[in-house]
């Protein structure tokens, strides 16, 4: 099997689309929001995470997070899930507001199998077998024994000093095993805590099965907006009770920012950067009969896209949906047409019978293209998300000089809390309801439009289903497998 995807092939009918232009707008996360991602989860990027670290003494570091593999079953064995060993994944930084990276840490994994001969998959009871002991507990660190199906990873940064081929930060981590069960994995946060590893710089990463922390109705969103409620609550939470796989690195704030400085004004030309998360693929890949592992080679051919919740799956059209997992954000002007008069606007008004604001919409492309200027939130004279060189970015903007709030709002700006999305996001802005009310104009942006329902919108789920943690990797713990 052979798959070939030219970036002039992207750039070509980015600029085809542009001149014609055909393209019309949606917004949602990115779970399944594209045709042929859909065809391979272990590279479909979920969502993206963006936000000052909030642990006592971690006041200096920004933790990262970009989530893969949608709607996992706790139970999904024998092997359970993981990251693919084919797949380069990554999360990027752009400190300049052109859309070009300045700043990427890769992540790419390897596979191990210790005992092919068991029958059991990821978990083996070696000890048991070679009568060394029982089988309860069976898995009690990265390492272990009976941990059969193991994998570690390298962290590289790649940034204008180390040059493309970047600067190796650790090698050989390991990741935890799934939550697979109460017998296999007893103590399981626990374990995952002892795969949280330190980095040269003072940060942290972690790789590894998490909690789904985005919590909204999906299955009402997507019966064409059949939602059980219009409101923050009255609804049911659809991704409740499946997991994902998560990466999460925390860094010093001196090291995204494009002068090396952490800044301390909101306003200060270094204080804002931009962060998308990818997955890529080598162009091909070439299987023959017996082989467990294709050969693969050719140049990275990015497969999966995101920065901003919520853009691809119900902002760009389906025809589009695609090449946008394929394009860099310095190419969105493409996009543009789509944001400025957005379809799920027109949608929300068919059948809610809102008002919605005119087109263009230019409050929506500062939100989630531009930045938002300081000066320009009633309130919040110095919020200020703005990076962009006058052109569309769709990226994650995050002010690194604005403090954690002592009490986060789960509706961040919305809710007077300027820690919270669109200043970054944190695990628990529910960014459903923010995108719902900012798309149907109900926010200070458009003053004519700010009225209920508009300002009151929401998909009826306002919190997640497992609590999150307080500390790095902040997401929390995985459903069990079979807990009992």
Partial sequence: MRRTLSVAALCALAVALLLSGVIRPSQASSHREAPLIISDPLADNTDVYAFRSTESGRSGFVTLIANYIPFEAPYGGPHFYKFDDTVLYEI?????GDGVEDVTYQFQFTNNIK????????????????????IDPLITSGNDPDFNETQTYTVTRVDHASGPRGKVL??????????IGSRTTPNYEALAEHTVHKLPNGGRVFAGQRDEGFYVDVSSIFDTLNLR????????DTTAGFNVHSIAIEVPIKELTHDGRAPSNPTAANAVIGVWATASRRSASVFRAGQ????????????SRLGNPLVNEVVIPLKLK???????????????P?????????????????????APRNDLVAIFATGIKAGSVPGAPQFNTFLSDGKPHEMLRLNVAIPPSAHPHRLGLLGGDPAGFPNGRRVG??????????????????????????????????????????RFPYLGTPHSGNPK
Wanted: hydrophobic share 35%.
């Fill in 92 to 96: 990027k930084i752009d400190n300049t």
């Fill in 115 to 134: 005992n092919p001969d068991i029958i059991l998959g990821m978990a083996a009871p070696n000890e048991a077998l070679q009568g060394k002991g029982g």
């Fill in 170 to 179: 650790a090698s050989g981590l390991h990741t935890p095993p799934c939550n």
């Fill in 229 to 236: 409620s219009i409101t923050a609550t009255g609804s049911k």
């Fill in 292 to 303: 467990t592992q294709g050969a693969r080679n050719g140049e990275w051919v990015q497969i």
């Fill in 322 to 336: 695609d090449a946008f997992n394929g394009l860099s954000p310095k190419d969105d002007a493409v996009a543009a």
């Fill in 338 to 358: 789509f944001v400025l008069d957005p379809q799920l606007a027109q949608l929300l008004n068919k059948v809610y019978k809102i008002d919605i604001p005119p």
């Fill in 429 to 470: 802005d529910d960014v459903t309801d923010i995108a719902l009310r900012a798309v149907a104009g109900g926010t200070p942006f458009t003053p004519a439009t700010n009225k209920a329902p508009n300002n009151e919108l929401g998909d009826g789920v306002d919190r997640n289903d497992v609590p999150y943690l307080s």
